[in-house]
């Protein structure tokens, strides 16, 4: 016996279908050959500010700096962002 109606179980995974869509699609568009993506182009990407980056570094999204002191340009790993969007 079941818990749910078979209606319920069809919506839910139609829904896992179009989120694992959408989590392929945008790992598709971000990926590039070193798997990494600039702060400014993700934010392009994305369509978020400055404030909402800083938001997600705060919440664990890992950064990548060169390791030269004088560079403040910053870098993320594609996967990682699609991870931290993800499993939330």
Do not use: C, H
């Amino acid at each position: 016996m079941g818990t749910f109606s078979p209606e319920f179980e069809q919506g839910l995974l139609d829904r896992i279908d179009v989120v694992t869509d959408k989590k392929l699609e945008l790992e598709k568009r971000l990926q590039k050959q070193t798997g990494l993506i600039s702060s400014k182009e993700l934010k392009e990407e994305l369509d978020i500010t400055g404030a909402t980056l800083t938001s997600w570094v705060k919440k664990g999204l890992k950064v990548y700096q060169p390791p030269f002191e004088s560079s403040k340009k910053q870098y993320f790993r594609v996967s990682d962002v699609i991870n931290f969007l993800t499993v939330r």
